[in-house]
């Protein structure tokens, strides 16, 4: 496994490059004049700009902008915004809320998908069963605005439960019910994976031989018929941790969440090339760094993968 | 009976699956018993209810779509069927286990094969992790597999076919049961090994004096271990007799059928003699002997001049199995479920009786 791990890590080097220079080509290299638009309706003043072509190094080509860029990153510099701002200071105050509006997102995932599976795909058809199976369709095909908008209205505004805006720097606790909302969509793939994963072991043959060997019920269950079914179940959600940190773009929205999605969308909205390319650059390394461990963690939870 | 209860009895057991018109009548009374360090050989085709009756005995039949309808399964004289589940649980493993056919699916991939055995050690008897470990390694190393204290540490796909049956022994045997079922244990592994695994089993069934039921439709692996043969067809035991007299004078036309469709270098015709046609559809058993559609004796014998019953006795009449006259027959005696049992036991098991 150590091996096939350096590999895996040395292969993420390439990828990183790619990805980056994709973007950066996309941010930088598509626009004829970034200044266009900075300034209101008249033009930049010619010491602005001359300033920030200097410091953005924007007269050289986009590949050697993207080196320059590259190397700044490698001391921890991410640049900063033509308003002026640290990018790496905005991505330290938003990643840790970015984070634990993940973390809410799956634990919700988890604890309520895997239970949900785990009770419809252990009684079979009946009752349980269908309210679950419609329940999760109904959230599978609900667009998270929609969902996000409503339970806003309903527990913000009408029942006022909770606050309809999050606070800057928000707890575990704040960040509860925009974390369900997340983690609905996945919560309701997780549920409908792990029902259908846990139906077709039941029927395995090793299951049959659990229940020969005279072991319990509970224990037929959870140690034989549930890890089985977990192997998929992991793998889902550990590849959805990394679309959770950057793709909460319009949960953010909603609840007025100051995460790393947020930082994307003003970034994109108010032009600031830096700050788009440095949120991005992060949330490859992460979604990479994410990606690796889920593949590790495969091999552990299934021994008949092996790596080396 | 003065005798003490046998080790197993089953009496008249049915089973069926699924509902309405398509209710499939998979055990239509099946009765069989085994004795302590006694090996019952059930022989039959597929689809003939040799497992379903496995698992019924051993509580582990998915019900539904199966369905008990009657009959009795006794353990040493203590009726099984409509008892205590947990009653029945801690009998599995403890007083009966099970050996399935292809030992890969039947062992969970995910774990360890040390693991798997140890579990009944862990769960069952109360053990520590580590010493149900070391118990482990033992049965592994009972079972003749060599390196077992390494071994111990692999998974199921690590093991060759023939070691992953033994550890399936291994298995079920870690509770030291005293009746052990073995459902066609050697089907999936090559013939060499085959031979193995029955030494094996008929060895540890000796020195534990464990019953055995071996289930399974080659003849071959039936001669060298069985003490009697159940012979089953479409969910009956068509004949049962103890081995020797089995072969030696086989009462029923399906028995001989199934003789004659084993390969033997010393046969002077060279071919093979299938059963002709397939087993009945068992939402649909024929009327009569259900076997008649595909016995080629049905015809001559149900117009035999010389014989006093009616013209198609087997297409309308339902053979019962009954106790044979036979005076080559052991103490067990010798069953058969056919109208003209008696000069199938008269004539040799080669010969073909024609009109």
Known sequence: MGRYTLRRLLQLVPVFLGTTLIIYYLVWGLS???FAGKCGQRECPAPYVATMTARLNLDDPVIVQWLKYLGGLLTGDFGRTFSGNEVSDLIANAAPVSFRLALVA?????????TAGLVSGLRGRGYVD???????LFLISLPVFVTGLVVKQVLGVELGWIRTSVPPDPTILDLFVPGLVLGSLSMAFVARLTRTSLMENSRADFVRTAVAKGLSRRRVVLAHMLRTSLIPV???????????MGGAVVTEGVFNIRGLGGLVFTGIQRQEQTQVVGVVALLVIIYLVVNLIVDLLYAVLDPRIRYD | MTDAAPLLEVEDLRVEFGKGADTASVLNGVSYRVEAGETLAVLGESGSGKSVTAQTIMGILDTPPGRITGGAVRFKGEELLGADRERRRLLRGESMAMIFQDALSALNPVYTVGAQIAEQFRFRRGMSKKDAMVRAAELLDQVKIPNAKQRVKEYPHQFSGGMRQRAMIAMSLALDPELLIADEPTTALDVTVQAQIMELLDELRRERDMGMILITHDLGVVAEVADRIAVMYAGRIVEEADAATLYAHPAHPYTR?????VPRLDSSRGQLDPIPGLPPSLTNIPPGCPFHPRCAHADFRGRAPQSSVSGDRCRTELPLLRVLEDPAAGPEGHRAACHFAEQFVAASPEEVLTP
């Open chain 1, 130 to 136: 269908s309210l679950i199976l419609v329940s999760t």
């Open chain 2, 257 to 261: 059928g199934l003789m004659a469709s």
């Open chain 1, 234 to 244: 992991v793998t889902f959600i550990g590849t959805d941790l990394g679309a959770l």
């Open chain 1, 106 to 114: 799956v634990v919700v995932e988890i604890v309520i998908g895997i």
């Open chain 1, 32 to 34: 004829d004049d970034p």
